[in-house]
Structure formats: structure tokens, C-alpha cells
């Protein structure tokens, strides 16, 4: 549509042009002593307008001609600009592929060409790193950031992540430790330093990255949960040779992170070291606030151990409990050594005897689901 738009306006502009040259009946004189000639005012226009044409034409090809050797070179320059990235893609693919022989070497042809030095150098060093070639690994960091200072943070990121990864945890922290000197931690950074403070043991660096990660919602709420204790149950267990080290660690522990295991353990440790009082208020405090999915039966069991103190208020306080589990049998057994301790000699056999009845009945459950087991698969 728009071609044949394009041919009715030249034809209207042909038939537009012929009517003027009918119409303009004019001449020009040119004289050049002893010369005179006399043309159309027509052939005078159509002859000044094909001589700006050959003209322009002549002036068109000598400049190409003379522009001709820039041409090439820029040319040359573009297809080796464009060879160099295509080798740059293909380190990274072959990277990812994990073929990190041939990775290395496209890498380096891209340094060695210019094409985006500091990240050519970055993935070199990780295939030098899968390949277990340390000193091409470390020589291809140090270029990464010579070649390219606005990699540093990339290249100290790259290094932490490959020290971690051959559990040299110490390195990874120093450099996580130059990169928040200069751009601060992000969340990457918080996750690479976990990893190494869980290499190195430094389980109160673990609690406080646990809880920043958890503040940015960066972690999984079962992956903070286990974190945090598996790092409470190193803690209590270094500090199980200092009473006073375990009592104020224990104080300090934040009721929300007061777990099922590290609950379980701190209740061992402080037995251990006779602190029942401090037992008796962690363990009070647990089940107090556990409900049906997260009773613990056998830190209940640990509340009948419990020896000094107001043992009439632990009774009262387990009664409590057992209406709300009456078919706990760590539980029973917990009140008949309480009631056994205060001479109570009629509840603590009531207690023993009700204790031995569910773990009977519990057992014999168990063992008729398994031996049903083997029936059903045989019909």
C-alpha cells in the first residue's frame, strides 16, 4: 500500500514537472566572445541538475576510495571483538557444563583478548578451582582484580565461596571480612560467613548470623530451627565444665528458641552439675508452653529426678500436666519418684503401677503393629 502510494506521487510529480516545461517558454543567452549561444530554460535546468548528480557521484566514490583502509580496519576490529565474546560465552558454557579444562583455556583467550577481563579472570579461577589447581586459582584472582577493579567485591565473593567449599574457613572469613570493610554484607555474603563460623565452631557467630538471616527471612524456619540447635547444644556442651559459664549462657537463652533437644540437654547438664533449681524452672518453663505435637516425655522424666526444693509444688505442677497427657508414662513415672521422695507411699504406687500398665500396653500396641505387618503383606 504504501509502494503504490510512493508511484502515484512521482507520477503525479512527473506530470506536475511536464506541464511546467510546456508551459515555461523561456530561453538563456550564454555568451563567451566570440561565442554566443542560446538554449531553453528547460535544457538549461535538466543539464545543472544531471551535472549536481554526476557531480555528487564523483565526490561519493573518491570518498569511499580514500575511506576504504578505515573501513577494513574497523571491520577486522568488529569481527575480532565479536570472535572474543564468543569465546568469552563459550568459557562460561563450558564452565557450567562442567568442563573446566577447555573452560580455563577459553577463559584465558577471552582475558588475553579484552573482553571483559575481570570476569574472564573470575571464571578461570573457578575452573582452576574444580580442577584443583591452586596456584592458577589464586593467580587468576589477584588478575581478576587487577585487570578490573569493579570486580572486587564479584572477586572476594569468589573466594570466600571456593575457601568454604575446600573447608579453608579461616580464608573464607578474611575475605568476607575486606568485603564488608568496603561494600558492607548482603544476604549472600551473611550465608557464605555462616557456612564458615559453622566450620571454624564459632557457634555464637552462628546464633547471630541465624538471627539476621531469620530477620530478612533468608533461611527456611525448619533451617533455622536446626541451626540454632544444633548451635545451643554446642554451646551447653563446652560449658558443661563451668557451672557459673552454663547458668549465665541458660538465663540468657531466648524462650522462643528453647527447643525440644536443647531443652533436653541444658536439663542434663544443670542435673549434672546439681543446679535443680535452674532444671526445674527451664523444665517448668518448656512444658508449660508445649502443647500435644511437642511434649517431651522424657524431659519429663528429668522433672522427677529433680531432688531438693518444694517437691509438693512439683507434684501439684505435674498433676497439671498429666491431665493434659494422662497417658504419658515418663510422666507417671516422674510423680511416683516425686510422691516415693515425700513418702506419699499409696500415690507413688498408684503412679509406678499406672506408669508400668501404659508402657505395657504401649509396648504390646507397638509389637501387634508389627507383627500385623508381615501378615497383611503375606495375604
Given at each position: 500500500?504504501?509502494?503504490?502510494?510512493?508511484l502515484?506521487?512521482?507520477?503525479?510529480?512527473?506530470?506536475?514537472?511536464?506541464?511546467?516545461?510546456?508551459?515555461?517558454?523561456?530561453?538563456?543567452?550564454?555568451?563567451?566572445s566570440?561565442?554566443?549561444?542560446?538554449?531553453?530554460?528547460?535544457?538549461?535546468?535538466?543539464v545543472?541538475?544531471?551535472?549536481f548528480?554526476?557531480?555528487?557521484?564523483?565526490?561519493?566514490?573518491?570518498?569511499?576510495?580514500?575511506?576504504?583502509?578505515?573501513?577494513?580496519?574497523?571491520?577486522r576490529?568488529?569481527?575480532?571483538?565479536?570472535k572474543?565474546?564468543?569465546?568469552?560465552?563459550d568459557?562460561?558454557?563450558?564452565?557450567?557444563?562442567?568442563?573446566?579444562?577447555?573452560?580455563?583455556?577459553?577463559?584465558?583467550?577471552?582475558?588475553?583478548a579484552?573482553?571483559?577481563?575481570?570476569?574472564?579472570?573470575?571464571?578461570?579461577?573457578?575452573?582452576?578451582?574444580r580442577?584443583r589447581?591452586?596456584?592458577?586459582?589464586?593467580?587468576?584472582l589477584?588478575?581478576?582484580?587487577?585487570?578490573?577493579?569493579?570486580?572486587?567485591?564479584?572477586?572476594?565473593?569468589?573466594?570466600?565461596?571456593?575457601?568454604?567449599?575446600?573447608?579453608?574457613?579461616a580464608?573464607?572469613?578474611?575475605?568476607?571480612?575486606?568485603?564488608?570493610?568496603?561494600q558492607?554484607?548482603?544476604?549472600?555474603?551473611?550465608?557464605?560467613e555462616?557456612?564458615?563460623?559453622?566450620?571454624?565452631?564459632?557457634?555464637?557467630?552462628?546464633?547471630?548470623?541465624?538471627?539476621?538471616?531469620?530477620?530478612?527471612?533468608?533461611?527456611?524456619?525448619?533451617?533455622?530451627?536446626?541451626?540454632r540447635?544444633?548451635a545451643?547444644?554446642?554451646?551447653?556442651?563446652?560449658?558443661?565444665a563451668?557451672?557459673?559459664?552454663?547458668k549465665t549462657?541458660?538465663?540468657?537463652?531466648?524462650?522462643?528458641?528453647?527447643?525440644?533437644?536443647?531443652?533436653?540437654?541444658?536439663?542434663?547438664?544443670?542435673?549434672?552439675?546439681?543446679?535443680?533449681?535452674?532444671?526445674?524452672?527451664?523444665i517448668e518453663?518448656?512444658l508449660?508452653?508445649?502443647g500435644?505435637?511437642?511434649?517431651?516425655?522424657?524431659?519429663?522424666?528429668?522433672?522427677g529426678?529433680?531432688?531438693?526444693?518444694?517437691?509438693?509444688?512439683?507434684?501439684?505442677?505435674a498433676?497439671?500436666?498429666?491431665?493434659?497427657?494422662?497417658?504419658?508414662?515418663?510422666?507417671?513415672?516422674?510423680l511416683?519418684?516425686?510422691?516415693?521422695?515425700?513418702?506419699?507411699?499409696?500415690?507413688a504406687?498408684?503412679?509406678?503401677?499406672?506408669?508400668?500398665?501404659?508402657?505395657k500396653?504401649?509396648?504390646s500396641t507397638?509389637?501387634?503393629?508389627?507383627?500385623?505387618g508381615?501378615?497383611?503383606?503375606?495375604?
Amino acid at each position: 500500500m504504501r509502494g503504490l502510494f510512493w508511484l502515484l506521487v512521482l507520477a503525479a510529480l512527473a506530470v506536475a514537472v511536464a506541464l511546467g516545461a510546456r508551459l515555461n517558454d523561456g530561453y538563456v543567452l550564454l555568451v563567451l566572445s566570440p561565442w554566443r549561444a542560446e538554449v531553453s530554460l528547460n535544457l538549461l535546468l535538466l543539464v545543472i541538475f544531471a551535472g549536481f548528480c554526476v557531480f555528487y557521484f564523483l565526490l561519493r566514490s573518491l570518498a569511499l576510495t580514500l575511506g576504504m583502509p578505515a573501513r577494513v580496519s574497523y571491520w577486522r576490529a568488529r569481527r575480532e571483538k565479536e570472535k572474543a565474546a564468543q569465546v568469552f560465552q563459550d568459557a562460561v558454557r563450558l564452565l557450567f557444563e562442567g568442563r573446566f579444562g577447555q573452560a580455563l583455556k577459553r577463559a584465558g583467550e577471552a582475558s588475553a583478548a579484552g573482553t571483559a577481563p575481570g570476569l574472564s579472570a573470575l571464571i578461570a579461577a573457578r575452573a582452576a578451582q574444580r580442577m584443583r589447581e591452586s596456584g592458577k586459582q589464586q593467580g587468576w584472582l589477584a588478575r581478576a582484580m587487577i585487570d578490573d577493579p569493579k570486580t572486587e567485591a564479584a572477586t572476594l565473593m569468589l573466594e570466600a565461596e571456593m575457601a568454604n567449599e575446600d573447608r579453608r574457613f579461616a580464608d573464607a572469613l578474611a575475605a568476607l571480612a575486606r568485603l564488608q570493610g568496603k561494600q558492607g554484607r548482603h544476604i549472600a555474603a551473611l550465608r557464605l560467613e555462616l557456612r564458615a563460623r559453622q566450620g571454624i565452631g564459632d557457634w555464637e557467630g552462628v546464633l547471630k548470623l541465624v538471627r539476621q538471616l531469620a530477620k530478612r527471612d533468608a533461611l527456611a524456619p525448619e533451617v533455622v530451627r536446626e541451626l540454632r540447635a544444633h548451635a545451643h547444644l554446642a554451646n551447653i556442651a563446652a560449658r558443661t565444665a563451668s557451672p557459673e559459664a552454663l547458668k549465665t549462657y541458660l538465663r540468657q537463652l531466648p524462650p522462643e528458641e528453647l527447643g525440644q533437644r536443647v531443652a533436653l540437654a541444658a536439663a542434663r547438664a544443670l542435673v549434672a552439675q546439681g543446679a535443680d533449681d535452674l532444671a526445674q524452672q527451664l523444665i517448668e518453663t518448656r512444658l508449660d508452653a508445649a502443647g500435644q505435637d511437642d511434649w517431651q516425655s522424657e524431659l519429663a522424666a528429668w522433672y522427677g529426678r529433680l531432688s531438693g526444693g518444694d517437691q509438693t509444688a512439683r507434684i501439684a505442677r505435674a498433676d497439671g500436666w498429666l491431665r493434659q497427657h494422662p497417658m504419658d508414662a515418663q510422666l507417671l513415672l516422674a510423680l511416683g519418684r516425686m510422691c516415693r521422695r515425700q513418702r506419699l507411699w499409696g500415690k507413688a504406687r498408684t503412679y509406678l503401677e499406672a506408669s508400668l500398665s501404659v508402657a505395657k500396653t504401649a509396648r504390646s500396641t507397638s509389637g501387634a503393629g508389627a507383627s500385623a505387618g508381615p501378615a497383611r503383606t503375606g495375604r
